[in-house]
Every structure is written in structure tokens, then in C-alpha cells.
């Protein structure tokens, strides 16, 4: 089974901190996703990857960056916290194909608040 | 503007009903649209992809249909367990434009 395994489930930072969110797949996927999920808003693109050292900014990038120096590994970063990314984080992975249109296999969630 | 767009927000029903969740896609061009299932807490499973020449497609008690004339795709939800008290999310695999979602509480 696909496993997609995010480092931590719950985090409480505060305004300003720098934070780490990191994402690993085991199933040699070439793409992977980080996403936001508010209620009401549903998932939210922030940024996605294709490649190795590839980064394609999603539709909400501001405040964000990220990481990709292997291809298991995708990290999401906030340079510097605020509250309103307070939210659920998920990162997602999945094969390439021709079409584009591989499945997405999401990892548990991480859970953050910023204070 | 989300180019997805899911209705109810939210429905409650007793265990072994039936119900019917939709999803209005504007995304062009059109790839395939998949349902996704979300536990409480947990991430999105993938439960079904329609693709363009799909009209119905069953997964056990779950049965997605799409119409790509009118844009529109429902999830049928057959005889309802408490397991399927959940969040359904569809997606446009070409845009990976997600849905809001409906949260589906099922009652004993």
C-alpha cells in the first residue's frame, strides 16, 4: 500500500516562529502537493512539485515555500508563522502519467496552530 | 472563484437510508472528476473517477454518475452505514480543483 507519512499530527507554534512541515512517500511517486484545509474553503493548493528540486507555486503560496532535495521527501515551510495559517496541512502524492491524471494519496494531516 | 462547487454542505440521515450528494464542475477542459472520502481527522481516499465517457460507475455501496453535458456529477450513497459518516470531496484531476465538500452524519 501507498503510504504518504507526515512528520507531525498536531503542532502549537507561535507568531514568528519558523516552521517545518515534513512529508514522505514511499511509493517513488513523482509529484507531490502540500495543501490547507479550512472549513468552508475545502483543500487549497499551496505548492506542488514535479521533480526533484522542482517547485511550482499552487493557488496560495504567499507566506509559504518548500523543499524538495529528494524525491520521497517534500517539505513545507513558513518562514514566519502567523495566525492565519492556523489549519490543517495535508501533503498528497501520486504517479505522473501522460494525462496528468493520477491518483492522489494523502498523508494523515498535520494539525497547526499558531498563538 | 472555486471551479468546484458541492452541495449540501452538510445532510444528516438514519442509518440505512439513501442519499445523494452533488458536484457542479466548471473546469475546461474537462479530464476526469474523482470522489474522495474523508474520515474525521484523516486524509482523503480516493472512492471513484469518472472519466468523460463514464456515465455511472459503482465502488460496493457507493455509486458516482456523471453527465458531461450539464457538468454535473452526484455520489449516491446506498443503504448508509455509521461508517459512512464522513466529509465527500470531488476533484478535477486536471485543474486538481477540490470541492468544498458535504459532511455526511449518519444516525443510528
Known amino acids: 500500500d501507498v503510504k504518504v507519512t507526515q512528520s507531525s499530527r498536531y503542532l502549537v507554534k507561535r507568531t514568528g516562529e519558523k516552521v517545518f512541515l515534513e512529508c514522505v512517500q514511499d511509493?517513488?511517486?513523482?509529484?507531490m502537493f502540500w495543501y490547507r484545509q479550512d472549513p468552508g474553503l475545502g483543500l487549497r493548493l499551496i505548492y506542488f512539485?514535479?521533480?526533484?528540486?522542482?517547485?511550482e507555486k499552487g493557488d496560495i503560496p504567499e507566506g509559504y515555500s518548500v523543499s524538495r532535495e529528494k524525491k520521497e521527501r517534500f517539505s513545507l515551510i513558513l518562514e514566519s508563522a502567523s495566525t492565519n495559517q492556523t489549519s490543517m496541512y495535508l501533503c498528497?502524492?501520486?504517479?505522473?502519467?501522460?494525462?496528468?491524471?493520477?491518483?492522489?494519496?494523502f498523508g494523515e494531516g498535520s494539525r497547526l496552530t499558531v498563538l | 472563484k472555486n471551479q468546484v462547487e458541492q452541495s449540501p454542505q452538510s445532510l444528516i440521515i438514519l442509518e440505512g437510508k439513501n442519499c445523494t450528494l452533488q458536484?457542479?464542475?466548471?473546469?475546461?477542459?474537462?479530464?476526469?472528476l474523482r470522489w474522495y472520502k474523508q474520515d474525521t481527522g484523516r486524509g482523503p481516499v480516493s472512492l471513484t473517477i469518472?472519466?468523460?465517457?463514464?456515465n455511472t460507475k459503482s465502488n460496493g455501496r457507493y455509486t458516482a454518475t456523471l453527465d458531461a453535458d450539464t457538468k454535473q456529477s452526484s455520489l449516491h450513497i446506498t443503504a448508509s452505514q455509521l461508517s459512512d459518516s464522513a466529509s465527500y470531496i470531488c476533484?478535477?484531476?486536471?485543474?486538481?480543483?477540490f470541492g468544498a465538500g458535504t459532511t455526511v452524519t449518519v444516525r443510528a
Open positions: 476533484l478535477d484531476d486536471y485543474k486538481l480543483s
Open positions: 469518472m472519466t468523460f465517457s463514464e
Open positions: 498528497a502524492s501520486s504517479f505522473r502519467d501522460p494525462q496528468n491524471t493520477g491518483e492522489l494519496f
Open positions: 511509493m517513488d511517486h513523482e509529484n
Open positions: 458536484c457542479n464542475y466548471t473546469v475546461s477542459p474537462f479530464s476526469n
Open positions: 512539485s514535479y521533480d526533484v528540486k522542482m517547485k
